[in-house]
């Protein structure tokens, strides 16, 4: 059985620790392994200081698991070792920033440790203001924090101050649809009007959000968790057969709501900046979130080189290779993070 080296995720590693949780992650293992081998370590540990790193370690494992029960779990452990929740951050986050604090390390240098080609050549598209079908959901404050992923087909990001992460596609037919979440032989699922058809957004959003989740999770980002939400804003939008995906959960890791037809909030709380420099205290926080705001704008650029409707799933390796086609090269060298267990040698 492969197991991660110990040396990567010890104290004296300090934040590397966290980024090669992810990277981890990346090579395959789920939040569920990586809790139970820092468990074990933690029963192991010497000092105070150990038994900290660890459990700050775990809070940001437990929020890597795209649920709302894992996320209550998280905010739990997060208690446990007095681990303070920053406003529009996952724990993950907090945990970084908070292990920055302990280890003295200042600011965080994303350039040097975590990632440098990455950082330092990945090009950035122009962040365009949102269409005004997003603006008219929003308050007049909030539309400004939105930043556009995928101009083509109407992808959002924003943060809210809960600290949740969304993607939200936007769609804009105005008459009675019949939903097909079916892919057909490899293409991408089809929506049909009387007159016309075109590509579910709910399949749109995951395949967006399928390449943010890459991108994060290969440079090392803190856990996140990203909701993902569609809009249907046209008066006479009509989902046909609507009440077969809501009860068979296709739906499940996706918001469908029509603007018109329920008095659901397009979102649940206030949209705020990804990196605000008055927001955040501590160099720290803001090293940390623009990092993210970077990892959404390298989305966002790896979007623009092709349409995702015109693609099938986005699969780790079809993304990986689009990321180096567009000069957002994370690392694949994932074997230096592995060693055999001893017992197995």
Same mark, same amino acid.
């Given at each position: 059985?492969?197991?991660?080296?110990?040396?990567?995720?010890?104290?004296?590693?300090?934040?590397?620790?966290?980024?090669?949780?992810?990277?981890?992650?990346?090579?395959?293992?789920?939040?569920?392994?990586?809790?139970?081998?820092?468990?074990?370590?933690?029963?192991?540990?010497?000092?105070?200081?150990?038994?900290?790193?660890?459990?700050?370690?775990?809070?940001?494992?437990?929020?890597?698991?795209?649920?709302?029960?894992?996320?209550?779990?998280?905010?739990?452990?997060?208690?446990?070792?007095?681990?303070?929740?920053?406003?529009?951050?996952?724990?993950?986050?907090?945990?970084?920033?908070?292990?920055?604090?302990?280890?003295?390390?200042?600011?965080?240098?994303?350039?040097?440790?975590?990632?440098?080609?990455?950082?330092?050549?990945?090009?950035?598209?122009?962040?365009?203001?949102?269409?005004?079908?997003?603006?008219?959901?929003?308050?007049?404050?909030?539309?400004?924090?939105?930043?556009?992923?995928?101009?083509?087909?109407?992808?959002?990001?924003?943060?809210?101050?809960?600290?949740?992460?969304?993607?939200?596609?936007?769609?804009?037919?105005?008459?009675?649809?019949?939903?097909?979440?079916?892919?057909?032989?490899?293409?991408?699922?089809?929506?049909?009007?009387?007159?016309?058809?075109?590509?579910?957004?709910?399949?749109?959003?995951?395949?967006?959000?399928?390449?943010?989740?890459?991108?994060?999770?290969?440079?090392?980002?803190?856990?996140?968790?990203?909701?993902?939400?569609?809009?249907?804003?046209?008066?006479?939008?009509?989902?046909?057969?609507?009440?077969?995906?809501?009860?068979?959960? @296709?739906?499940?890791? #996706?918001?469908?709501?029509?603007?018109? +037809?329920?008095? !659901?909030? &397009?979102?649940?709380?206030?949209? /705020?900046?990804?990196?605000?420099?008055?927001?955040?205290?501590?160099?720290?926080?803001?090293?940390?979130?623009?990092?993210?705001?970077?990892?959404?704008?390298?989305?966002?650029?790896?979007?623009?080189?092709?349409?995702?409707?015109?693609?099938?799933? @986005?699969?780790?390796? #079809?993304?990986?290779?689009?990321?180096? +086609?567009?000069? !957002?090269? &994370?690392?694949?060298?994932?074997? /230096?993070?592995?060693?055999?267990?001893?017992?197995?040698?």
């Amino acid at each position: 059985m492969r197991k991660p080296a110990k040396k990567n995720f010890a104290y004296s590693q300090k934040l590397m620790a966290i980024m090669q949780m992810r990277q981890w992650m990346a090579s395959g293992a789920t939040p569920l392994d990586m809790v139970r081998w820092i468990r074990k370590e933690y029963a192991g540990a010497k000092d105070d200081d150990t038994r900290r790193h660890l459990g700050l370690m775990m809070c940001a494992a437990m929020s890597a698991a795209d649920s709302m029960s894992a996320r209550h779990v998280a905010e739990k452990c997060a208690a446990m070792f007095s681990l303070p929740l920053l406003k529009g951050m996952s724990a993950g986050e907090s945990a970084m920033i908070e292990m920055a604090a302990m280890h003295g390390c200042g600011d965080i240098d994303w350039t040097e440790n975590f990632n440098p080609y990455f950082a330092k050549s990945c090009r950035l598209p122009s962040a365009a203001s949102p269409a005004a079908t997003v603006v008219k959901a929003l308050t007049a404050s909030d539309h400004t924090n939105i930043l556009t992923v995928d101009r083509r087909n109407s992808v959002y990001f924003m943060r809210d101050s809960n600290g949740d992460s969304w993607l939200i596609a936007v769609n804009n037919c105005c008459s009675d649809m019949l939903v097909d979440e079916e892919p057909i032989c490899g293409e991408a699922p089809l929506y049909f009007t009387e007159s016309t058809h075109f590509v579910s957004p709910v399949w749109i959003v995951r395949q967006v959000a399928n390449i943010l989740d890459y991108i994060l999770t290969r440079i090392g980002y803190p856990p996140i968790r990203i909701s993902k939400r569609v809009i249907f804003q046209g008066s006479g939008a009509n989902l046909i057969n609507e009440s077969d995906y809501r009860e068979n959960g @296709m739906w499940r890791d #996706v918001d469908v709501i029509t603007l018109d +037809k329920t008095k !659901v909030k &397009p979102f649940p709380a206030p949209a /705020i900046p990804v990196v605000d420099i008055d927001r955040y205290p501590s160099g720290n926080e803001q090293e940390v979130s623009a990092m993210l705001y970077l990892s959404v704008m390298a989305t966002a650029e790896v979007i623009e080189g092709f349409d995702v409707r015109k693609h099938g799933d @986005m699969t780790p390796e #079809v993304i990986g290779e689009l990321c180096r +086609k567009s000069c !957002v090269f &994370p690392p694949d060298n994932w074997e /230096i993070l592995m060693e055999y267990d001893d017992e197995e040698q």
